[in-house]
């Protein structure tokens, strides 16, 4: 926190933002990165960060690794550390079935290859074998099926890289490529021992002791035949029984990396084990939901059987996020489903506010695979739902599911980051919002603030099972197995909602302020899988505010005719605080383009105001600058004291559903800076608390009240009745608009264009045309067509008209 801004950059600070399990990594250098959901996964660079629960063993939490070594078991990890230039060796004086190694990857993957990369100074082993298993214990002894997937069983010269493609082990749909694997066991099966290589007499002479292999002493036998002798005996031999003497280097067998290659990340598995689940949900449906995702083939359960009359009994995943996914895969130990159907969602909901799903065919099993797949083309998904079906109708049908996984490639197309509630030692008028970020072609950074005054603290209470009781529950536990009690903070209920994005920096802020308190909120967005938005810092500007707090309400807000005048109130309750400059300009305008009649300015307490009393500031010492559809009042002195509440009466007309009337506070010794007054409760002689006025619009048409005055005019430069005026009303439009209004001969060419682009469409306008055309010349006597109109999302009616105006000289 700086004097002027709330700054936040540096890992430790962008750590304590909210985010959806999974979706954002922090680097070091505290820029925040989407994830990224790699293809082709090499699964035991990470295996260390993943942690599991065996089933039926709630107390063994293992880790991805090396699960066992039969010898050097200290340098195993070097295995999969990145650096060739590290090994694990097996120790000589180790039995040659004792030179295993158990590498576990933490989680079950689809893998597709394994490669083992010998070292350099070292020898490949002379031959062994490969080995996968699926993690599920078989016998009363808890030992692991394994399967073959490489054998070396005959030494290759000089080879110190192998790559063993993996194949499916088990029946299933062709085309599959890779194995349910979590375990790769690599055995050695034969050693050259003391004898890796011959050398010469010389060379084995420099060789340290360590590399110093056998010597074989040969003697010649009759017939040709060389038979191996001790060095006693060789010496005593006679020299023409003397054979060759053979000089060897001992064997150094250094496996220097294993690399363990799968489809890619599981996207359910890497967000579900980061997801801290709803506090509420536990008992039997968040055991299913956990075992379903644990990142275990080892571990299954039965599935429920989908009902379609009531549309209940389907596993479904939220990843938080949307991620680029082609492949979502079940994995099914035992008696898997005969029947099911998968459904995946972006999350985009439909007109009636359910969700909208791409359903994949229903699919039939008979054959009882125990992995299925979809395929499909990249694309978004942020659900995925899985539906048993039924088979045969039988309840005696099964349907076990081990596992859903997703596959796919590319950064998390939308991350939302949700700072803590940020608080200042005292009301602060926010100014502007700034980041730095990086942002490729197809990507955006969007920011969103919402500010308060206060924070909710709930209790929430648990059961041992995890799962949310009240507190009179909560208190009969004995208070040695009490878990303790979780507390929710959550924005009071003056908060107000998250503001409009800001898209570039510098904007202005958008929240009401001042306030004590702020949030924000970070969306990195994507629209290509491969492009990825970064943010490194963000900084809130603030100033000392001019009213430590200003209330606002009007009145009336409700049954206010459409396109009528209307008189209302407006009710200010300024609230200074020690060293507040004040004010010395107050100004009001309307989400509508209509003008604003000032009526009266008064100043008082309630009771004062409420009998018509009170002190008259306008008409009187202040001052009224007025717009076309903004009005100003300016006190005769700055006014930064005291406690009187503000009654602006005034006249003007609405035409939206909801209009919104801004009220801002400005002082003259400080230039651009503009104080918004916030709604709320500012006067008991108004229950609205509000500054928004709702109209009953109705089937009122878009475009209304179109004339041109006067109809007959003469263009003739005599100062009189020298231009005509277009006038109409347009209503329910809030977003910039363009508004066609052009003028046409009676052969339809239009003469001149006069449109207009209006940042708040809706309102009164005159658009006066002075009878000349586009190239600046007095038209032709005669009638001409006047159109207004423009274009809606949604090609409602009544948004175009026409008129008559006549020109003479």
């Given amino acids: 926190m700086l004097a002027d801004r709330v700054q936040v950059q540096g890992a430790g600070q962008w750590q304590t933002w909210i985010a959806p399990p999974g979706v954002r990594v922090v680097r070091e250098d505290g820029v925040v990165v989407p994830r990224f959901l790699r293809r082709d996964l090499n699964a035991l660079s990470d295996a260390g960060t993943f942690q599991y629960v065996l089933p039926l063993a709630a107390a063994d939490t293992l880790v991805g690794g090396i699960r066992s070594a039969g010898t050097n078991a200290k340098a195993a990890p070097a295995l999969f550390d990145g650096d060739l230039g590290t090994y694990w060796e097996p120790l000589a004086e180790t039995p040659l079935d004792q030179w295993s190694v158990e590498l576990d990857l933490g989680r079950t993957l689809i893998v597709r290859r394994i490669r083992l990369r010998f070292a350099e100074d070292g020898d490949p082993f002379l031959k062994f074998r490969v080995l996968i298993s699926d993690g599920i214990e078989i016998g009363q002894k808890h030992q692991r099926r394994y399967s073959r997937v490489g054998l070396v069983n005959q030494p290759t010269e000089g080879q110190r890289d192998f790559v063993f493609d993996v194949e499916p082990q088990r029946p299933g749909d062709s085309g599959l490529s890779g194995e349910i694997a979590q375990l790769v066991r690599i055995d050695a099966l034969d050693s050259a021992g003391p004898r890796a290589r011959e050398v010469s007499p010389e060379a084995y002479a420099q060789l340290d002791s360590a590399d110093r292999g056998a010597v074989d002493y040969l003697r010649l036998a009759p017939g040709g035949r060389q038979l191996t002798v001790s060095q006693e005996t060789y010496e005593a031999l006679p020299a023409g029984e003397q054979g060759p003497v053979r000089y060897f280097r001992q064997e150094h067998p250094r496996l220097a990396e294993v690399e363990v290659y799968a489809f890619g990340d599981n996207i359910v598995g890497l967000t579900q084990r980061e997801k801290k689940r709803d506090a509420s949900e536990g008992g039997f449906e968040f055991l299913l939901f956990r075992i379903f995702t644990d990142g275990l083939y080892a571990s299954w359960f039965p599935m429920p059987l989908y009902n379609p009359f009531d549309n209940k009994s389907w596993v479904e995943i939220d990843l938080g996020a949307r991620y680029w996914l082609d492949r979502v895969s079940l994995l099914c130990p035992a008696n898997p489903p005969l029947a099911y159907q998968v459904r995946i969602s972006e999350g985009d909901l439909d007109p009636g506010g359910e969700r909208v799903w791409a359903a994949f065919d229903p699919r039939r099993n008979p054959e009882g695979y125990q992995r299925l797949e979809e395929t499909f083309p990249l694309q978004e998904v942020r659900y995925i739902e899985v539906r048993r079906l039924g088979f045969s109708g039988t309840q005696e049908e099964e349907g076990n599911l081990g596992e859903i996984q997703a596959y796919g490639e590319g950064y998390v197309s939308e991350v939302t980051l949700t700072s803590p509630f940020i608080q200042l030692s005292r009301p602060r008028l926010y100014t502007a919002v700034n980041w730095q970020g990086d942002t490729p072609p197809g990507t955006r950074i969007e920011v969103r603030t919402r500010s308060g005054d206060q924070v909710l603290e709930i209790p929430h209470y648990f059961a041992i099972t995890g799962r949310e009781i009240s507190r009179q529950l909560w208190e009969r536990i004995p208070e040695s197995q009490r878990p303790p009690a979780k507390i929710e903070e959550v924005p009071g209920p003056e908060w107000s909602n998250w503001s409009e994005g800001y898209r570039e920096q510098g904007e202005a ?32 500007h603030f100033e000392p505010p001019l009213v430590d707090q200003v209330l606002g309400e009007i009145w009336p807000v409700w049954g206010v005719a459409p396109g009528q005048e209307q008189e209302f109130t407006l009710y200010l309750m300024p609230k200074f605080g020690t060293g507040n400059p004040g004010f010395d300009r107050l100004n009001l305008r309307s989400s509508s383009s209509a003008p604003i009649e000032v009526l009266e300015l008064r100043s008082g307490t309630d009771g004062e105001l409420r009998g018509g009393e009170g002190r008259r500031l306008w008409p009187g010492t202040w001052r009224l600058e007025e717009g076309a559809d903004e009005v100003s009042l300016l006190p005769p002195r700055p006014v930064n004291t005291g406690n009187a509440v503000y009654a602006l009466r005034f006249r003007t007309r609405v035409f939206l ?141 009544h948004t175009q008209v026409v008129r008559l105006v006549g020109v003479v000289y």
């Fill in 509 to 540: 802020f958008k929240s009401p302020s001042p306030r004590r308190m702020v949030q924000a909120q970070v969306r990195l967005q994507s629209e290509e899988p491969l492009q990825a938005a970064t943010i490194r810092n963000l900084e809130l």
């Fill in 657 to 797: 559903q909801s209009t919104v009337f801004s009220a801002v506070l400005e002082r003259q010794s400080r230039p651009g800076t503009a104080q918004q007054i916030s709604q709320g409760d500012a006067t008991g002689l108004a229950t609205s608390q509000s500054l928004v006025v709702v109209s009953e619009l109705g089937n009122h048409p878009l475009l209304d009240e179109v004339a041109v005055v006067p109809p007959l005019f003469t263009p003739n430069g005599d100062g009189v009745n020298d231009q005509a005026e277009i006038r109409f009303s347009v209503f329910h439009l809030e977003a910039a608009r363009t508004i066609g209004v052009g003028i046409y001969d009676l052969q339809g060419r239009r003469v001149r264009d006069l449109s207009l682009r209006e940042a708040r469409p809706s309102g009164t306008h005159h658009i006066p045309w002075d009878g000349r055309a586009e190239t600046g010349r007095l038209v032709p006597p005669g009638t001409y067509l006047v159109r207004a109109r423009f274009a809606t999302d949604s090609d409602a009616p």
